[in-house]
């Protein structure tokens, strides 16, 4: 492939982020400009033929296509919300989720049949995906904007609590088949784990395995968020890393060809997607570990942001809103931006450490926290001031446990002996206790009141202009070291 046609390829890629970021203007004035710059472009480059013009006009026409079907995407999502009534007598719906533990009950994702998607609270804990329910109860909107956007990022449109439901029938096909089975294996999971390590331990392994954290105490989930590792609680890319390595490295140990072991590590993505709860940042990390993993298959050398920019593309075209309003995925994406475009400065400016690892650790930490950070303020007006420090002591604990969990949840399923979880509920236990302790400085969390939208886009400005900087300053020492 040549340069041209790559380049166009990265070109289309941003136009379809930006117009999906640019759909959230009210009106089409944005759309109706990008267009007319866009044949601007196309003219110029009609008469010049230079490529820089053709990269501009594919951005743009790319940006007001995307811009236009995000705008489309979110009015008929109000319409949907808008037109829903107080209360369902009787109603149809799908299962189209796992089960969640929540105060009032168990929660279902739940469809229409047009096309409407619904949180449904019940108090029944064995429905299962693909079920149809006929149910009657309150239609609740909340009209809060953070519980807004909440329900905008996971295109749902409200809540609704039964009064009354009845299980009548399934619509169940191959693949909502497949996800049951996959959900009975979680189930199993979620047993074995709660037997060999009850209490706070068993809740901590199923949250960073199965991405069930609905039981975790609360004091342990702000422990966490004062500590700047919240991230180790959903499932996300870092834990994807972790599965992929495993997978891939263990099959090639047993000197299988990448023929064979490639397509078995994607099955074994899509498995663990599913077994986890197939959240944006969840999905967001497999489809970026399937490119890199296709690429491998297909011996192209890919790295750096396109098979990121890629990934980003590809999701929001199938989902429009989910950049725009999705946190969990504009923070994995963030922080994954940073890692790429800070960390080997980063780590470059830090080589005094004794560890190649501990550089690297503290290169990727600082990065990914400087990215996340403007985002964090702007929704929750707080951030970690001692993230590096959590994440240096407790990240490598991650893979020990991880690992230690599966092997010994295994082995207690042939051999149910509680002495097997000794050695992981060791480590957990002292991950929850460091946590707690760093949880527990009274400077480990910054709060800030008030945090305006503008300091936001100032930050990443001025993160921007860092970047620039950064950029210029390798460039010039590279320079010297080849004498110019």
Known sequence: MNIRAIQTSYALQWG????????GIPDLIFVRWILIIAVGLCLLYWFCQKNILLYGMVFCLSMAVMSSWTGYSL?????LQESLPESFQEVIVEIRSFPRTRSLGYQYNVSLEDGTFLYLTSSQPDLEWGDLLEI?????IPEEPGIQRYLLGQNVHGYIIDLSAQRFSERCGILCSLIRIIHQFRRIGLYL??????????QFLQSILLGYSDLLPEEIEQSFRASGIRHILAISGYHMSLVVVILYQGLRKLSWSRARVIPLTIVGIGVF???TGASP?????GVLALILLLAEWSQRYVAGMRPLVLTAA???????LIGLYNLGFQLSFLAVIGILIFSDALTTFSQGMAAVTIRDMIGETVAAQLMVTPLLLVTFGEVSLISIIGNLLIIPLIPLIMLGGVI???????????VIGYPVNLLISFLLELTEWFGNWSFALLKIAYFPWWGAVLGYLLIGVLWGMMQFVQKRDRMKQEGF
């Open 314 to 320: 590809l999701m929001m075209i199938v989902s429009p």
């Open 75 to 79: 009015e008929a999502y109000r319409d």
């Open 281 to 285: 940042s969840t999905i967001r990390a």
């Open 16 to 23: 379809i982020i930006g117009g999906a970021f640019g759909g």
């Open 408 to 418: 010994s949840v295994i082995l207690y399923a042939i051999f149910p002996v509680a």
């Open 273 to 275: 997607i599913v077994i």
């Open 193 to 202: 784990i709660g037997s060999l390590y009850p209490g706070s331990e068993g």
């Open 136 to 140: 009657s109860g309150r239609v609740s």
